[in-house]
C-alpha cells in the first residue's frame, strides 16, 4: 500500500502531464451511417473518459517509438515494473517493484 501511495505522489509531481482527451467532435454535414457511426465513437470517448474506464497500453518491451505527449504505457517485464509517460519529446518511467 504504501508503494502505491508513493506513486500516486510521484505522478502528481511529475510536469507536463496530460490528461486523456477525445478528439474533436465531428462535424456532421448530412446524416448518413458514417457520420452516425462517427458520433458513437465520439461520444463512446466522453462516456470513456467521465466513468473512469481508460486502460493503460501493457508491454514487455521498453518504448522507443515517438508518442503524442502524455501518453502512457505499463511496463512489465519479469520482476521489474515501470510506468512509462511521454513527456517532453522523450520516454521517461517510475518504477514499482514490488
Do not use: C
Not at 457520420?35 to 458513437?40: A, G, M, V
Not at 517532453?88 to 518511467?93: G, I, M
Amino acid at each position: 500500500m504504501k508503494k502505491i501511495i508513493i506513486f500516486t505522489i510521484l505522478l502528481m509531481f511529475i510536469g507536463s502531464i496530460y490528461a486523456y482527451r477525445t478528439s474533436n467532435p465531428p462535424v456532421i454535414s448530412k446524416m448518413d451511417s458514417s457520420s452516425i457511426n462517427q458520433l458513437n465513437n465520439f461520444l463512446q470517448e466522453i462516456y470513456t473518459i467521465t466513468n473512469g474506464r481508460y486502460n493503460f497500453d501493457i508491454t514487455s518491451s521498453v518504448p522507443t517509438v515517438s508518442a503524442t505527449e502524455g501518453e502512457a504505457r505499463v511496463y512489465v517485464s519479469g520482476t521489474t515494473r515501470r510506468f512509462y509517460i511521454y513527456v517532453d519529446s522523450s520516454w521517461r518511467y517510475i518504477n514499482f517493484d514490488g
